[in-house]
């Protein structure tokens, strides 16, 4: 999140006039830094799920939201330093944001065969050359208005008071935005909140013209929310549309504006439709189908083909609530209605960790996603799915005479082949590969390759088949030829437009080398929170919850840092520092894998105290050196730039792997460490 890695401004007074203005002022700046606080992470986490729902694709950069708004909440916190303001605009530009976004929809193209994304047939609007900075500099704009009203909060408060207010406001926000999640609110009542405490945090004199804006994007995001074919999952935006001519039982889901799922009934997917549904079963004919296990079971299309097929028990996992909602009540053939049918709404591959059944047959039934994992660039919903790992869990889960197979519509043959050398190398010989119509592909495999029926041997497309994704390199579908240059452009830009703006705001660079280690310190705890949440994506799956946890308990860990911080005397930071590159060197060496055999229990304990330590050092460090900054507008304007480094530093995860993000992290420390002036490297 934006505000557990930036420095708040440090009021130059002497100690005891500080405990004069906390007193004088905290009456009522607490409850508005708390207010304006909570406003800015709710709106940060509301932008990136609202913008990437509406705007297709955007959910594939959800990270570009996350920078802007690291930059908005900078800026706002420089703004809060001067006589003029950037808070009267920051409702109307949302409003302004919300009725261009929903009455010119736009689709960011996303094409190539280096970086595969699943895609809209109809392109809209500009291109993302043009659609992506637009969207950073509004998101950094709008943020900048709450982010302003906590920085002139922390002017009248002593600044490690200040700061675990925020903290405790930041933490009200997310735990209010994961509420809403779970209880699959709409647009709406994400926009009456935000409002409220617009019009709460506005000074009366210009509370009017607030309600008027309130009002305006109330009324679009109610006009979204009232139809009857819009609902919102904790992952996305969902519409459903019948088709026309086709007759009951026919149902289009888009999720995010994206074809997702065609739900239809199974004698029609199995006789008429396209073959990937059936061809499994095709391959593996002497399959008891007595326990099937179906991952990406979705709106129930293929558990109904599978009870048609005989299948006596289905295990059938989704991690989209409301996709399985939907599939209950609307269904044709009533799938989940069955007795022989148990729903299970979780992450696949933490599915097949928590189960200790055997199967007859598993089944990847179209498993895609179309979004990240937010706060982790390139992991989505699915990534960890499709590992040399969790091929081997999913043969661990077979009976002897098992078998496994996975289907969808894959854009590029090298993915095909990707796909079945990684099965190939869980199984020990090469499985069936059945293509239809170039682009959609059935990879069925069984235990035995004489219990495997292909109509010919896989031959690869080309001579060279791309190696498994792995769980420390879970990119399926990055090439990895090349750095994609879309991505490199974005990343300049961001670090350009950040510098600039910091400038502006701040004042001449010069004046900031005194603070050079904390642009390192911000860089480096971006990238530790990176690391945390794919560790955590893969040791509890990648759901929303999850995400939401990590999150949360990165504040309460900085909060934790920031009291200790202020009651007890902590080391000097030499030593510090070195706790800091203990606790990484004990990360990178405790695998994640060596946690997955690991009860819940303690799989939960070992990775809190894996993950959270060197969080906490870090924030112990980060409080050490602030209160000795004698300069905090320089501090932050350089912990700002460093944040926003540390977020492009993270598409560096694509060569690297996540576990080596903690060798770059630990040398970001060292260099820190290096850069802390020497007059207060001992002191603090």
């Not at 800015?40 to 950069?61: D, K, P, Q, T």
């Not at 739900?263 to 391959?283: G, S």
């Not at 007859?360 to 990240?372: E, K, N, V």
Request: aromatic letters at 12%; proline letters at 6%.
């Amino acid at each position: 999140m934006g505000q557990t890695s930036v420095i708040e401004p440090r009021d130059s007074a002497p100690q005891a006039a500080r405990n004069r203005t906390d007193q004088g002022h905290s009456r009522t700046a607490v409850p508005r830094l708390i207010a304006s606080s909570a406003l800015m992470l709710f709106l940060e986490l509301a932008l990136i799920r609202w913008l990437g729902a509406n705007v297709v694709h955007l959910s594939y950069f959800s990270n570009f939201v996350l920078l802007g708004s690291f930059l908005g909440i900078g800026a706002g916190f420089l703004v809060s330093r001067k006589d003029w303001s950037v808070w009267p605009f920051s409702l109307p530009l949302l409003t302004i944001l919300v009725i261009g976004v929903l009455r010119f929809p736009v689709t960011i193209e996303r094409s190539g065969a280096d970086l595969i994304y699943f895609t809209s047939l109809v392109i809209n609007g500009p291109p993302a050359w043009v659609a992506l900075p637009l969207v950073f500099v509004l998101a950094a704009i709008i943020l900048a208005g709450p982010a302003e009203l906590v920085g002139r909060c922390f002017a009248q408060l002593a600044p490690l008071s200040a700061y675990r207010y925020d903290l405790a406001g930041s933490l009200l926000g997310i735990l209010a935005f994961t509420a809403l999640s779970f209880l699959q609110a709409p647009s709406l009542v994400w926009g009456v909140i935000a409002a409220a405490l617009y019009i709460a945090l506005t000074e009366p004199r210009r509370r009017l013209l607030t309600i008027a804006w309130s009002v305006a994007l109330i009324f679009m995001l109610t006009k979204e929310s009232i139809q009857n074919n819009v609902s919102w999952s904790p992952y996305y935006k969902i519409t459903t549309h019948a088709l026309p001519g086709y007759g009951p039982g026919f149902l289009q889901i888009n999720a995010n504006g994206v074809p997702h799922q065609l739900m239809a009934p199974a004698r029609w997917k199995v006789e008429q439709a396209e073959r990937i549904y059936v061809t499994p079963y095709l391959r593996l004919p002497g399959n008891a189908l007595r326990d099937v296990l179906i991952i990406g079971a979705g709106s129930g299309s293929d558990v109904a083909i599978a009870l048609s097929q005989g299948a006596r028990r289905v295990d059938a996992v989704d991690i989209d609530p409301r996709i399985l909602q939907i599939g209950a009540e609307r269904n044709i053939d009533h799938p989940y209605a069955d007795p022989r049918v148990t729903r299970h709404t979780n992450d696949g591959r933490a599915f097949l960790e928590s189960s200790d059944r055997k199967y007859d047959l598993i089944l990847f039934a179209l498993p895609d996603s179309l979004t990240l994992v937010s706060g982790a660039s390139q992991i989505r919903l699915e990534s960890f799915l499709f590992t040399a790992e969790a091929m081997a869990s999913v043969r661990r889960h077979l009976k002897p005479n098992g078998a496994f197979a996975m289907y969808n519509y894959y854009r590029e043959p090298w993915l095909i082949d990707r796909l079945a050398g990684t099965a190939q190398a869980a199984f020990g010989h090469a499985p069936c590969v059945d293509t239809f119509a170039g682009a959609q592909a059935v990879v069925s495999v069984a235990m035995s390759a004489r219990d495997q029926r292909c109509l010919a041997a896989w031959k690869p497309a080309s001579p060279k088949v791309i190696a498994p994704a792995t769980d420390n390199f879970p990119f399926l579908y990055f090439r990895g030829d090349t750095f994609p240059p879309f991505y490199a452009i974005t990343l300049i830009t961001i670090l350009v437009t950040s510098l600039l703006t910091v400038r502006l705001l701040g004042g001449p660079l010069r004046g900031m080398r005194g603070h050079a280690d904390l642009f390192f310190m911000g860089a480096a705890f971006l990238l530790l929170e990176t690391k945390n949440v794919a560790t955590f994506a893969l040791l509890f799956g990648t759901t929303w919850l999850v995400n939401a946890l990590v999150f949360a308990g990165v504040l309460i860990v900085v909060l934790a840092a920031v009291e200790v911080t202020r009651k007890f005397r902590t080391p000097p930071l030499p030593v510090v520092f070195a706790g800091i590159a203990a606790a990484l060197a004990l990360a990178w060496i405790v695998q994640p894998a060596w946690l997955l055999s690991l009860p819940f229990a303690a799989r939960l304990v070992a990775a809190t105290a894996l993950a959270f330590l060197p969080i906490f050092l870090a924030n112990v460090a980060f409080a050490k050196r602030f209160q000795e900054s004698s300069d905090s507008q320089a501090a932050f304007a350089v912990n700002l730039l460093g944040t926003i480094f540390g977020g492009c530093l993270e598409y560096a995860a694509l060569y690297t792997g996540y576990d080596n993000l903690l060798i770059v992290t630990g040398l970001l420390y060292l260099l820190a460490f290096a850069l802390v002036p020497k007059a207060t490297a001992h002191t603090a």
